[in-house]
């Protein structure tokens, strides 16, 4: 199946902790994200990268550090994690940077 | 940065009842986006809309983009309880962003 897919589904831990999210699309697309959905449903970008290149970076604490090791992988490392942190974390990718997103399934966070 | 406001944020219905969801901005969009949430999963694009003043329809769902390309609004007919979800607007806003509304959501009481 062609697809975004991430992992874990689900993440708990406790606050301080270092924890890592893996995303890998098989879509032969150039550009992949990472969003930030809170428990407002507000779906807020993090991090863009088009062929392995960060293009942008919004204003996210640098505890949050994206690697993208191929294009067809873009994971996403948190370090001392923080009760602000719980949230639904959403990987997509696109063809062209302001293109039609599809997105992986989530990976829900609960800092305890 | 291009901002899109939908409204109602929060709308719930009997199975069987028309609805219909508003996105609307104060800038021009070249497209809009619309984007089906359901719980536990991420947005699934259902519709883009691209030229002024166009009508799609996606079997009971009808999208339209507004004349001056500034707003979006999404009608369903006889809604049932599949159409339960956040329904999400998008567009290019500039600077190799694509702004998202905060979304519509929708419960569809059997």
């Known amino acids: 199946d062609t ?11 406790q606050m301080g902790n270092d924890k890592s999210i893996k995303c890998e699309q098989n879509l032969g697309h150039d550009t992949m994200y990472w969003y930030k959905q809170d428990s407002k449903k507000f779906l ?17 604490p640098n505890r949050f550090s994206p690697k993208s090791p191929d294009k067809a992988h873009l994971n996403l490392h948190i370090n001392s994690l923080e009760l602000g942190d719980s949230a639904v974390y959403f990987c997509a990718s696109s063809q062209v940077l302001e293109g039609t997103r599809l997105f992986g399934a989530g990976t829900r966070l609960s800092v305890l | 940065t291009q901002l ?32 089906r949430q359901e719980p536990g999963e991420g947005p699934v694009l259902l519709v883009t809309v691209v030229t002024g003043g166009e009508v799609k329809k996606l079997k009971r769902l009808t999208f339209q983009f507004g004349d001056a390309r500034k707003d979006s609004s999404l009608h369903i007919t006889a809604a049932q309880p599949g159409d339960t979800g956040l329904y999400l607007c998008a567009g290019p806003g500039g600077n190799n962003r694509l702004a998202f509304g ?9």
């Open chain 1, 3 to 13: 697809a975004v897919s991430q992992t874990p589904k689900y993440l708990v831990t």
């Open chain 1, 44 to 60: 807020k970008i993090m991090f863009s990268y088009n062929n392995k290149e960060l293009i942008i970076n919004e204003t996210v």
């Open chain 2, 4 to 35: 899109l406001e939908q409204s109602p944020q929060f709308l719930s219905i009997q199975e069987g009842e028309n609805l219909t969801v508003y996105c609307n901005s104060s800038s021009v969009f070249s497209s809009l986006q619309w984007y």
């Open chain 2, 102 to 110: 905060k979304g519509n959501q929708v419960v569809v009481i059997p």
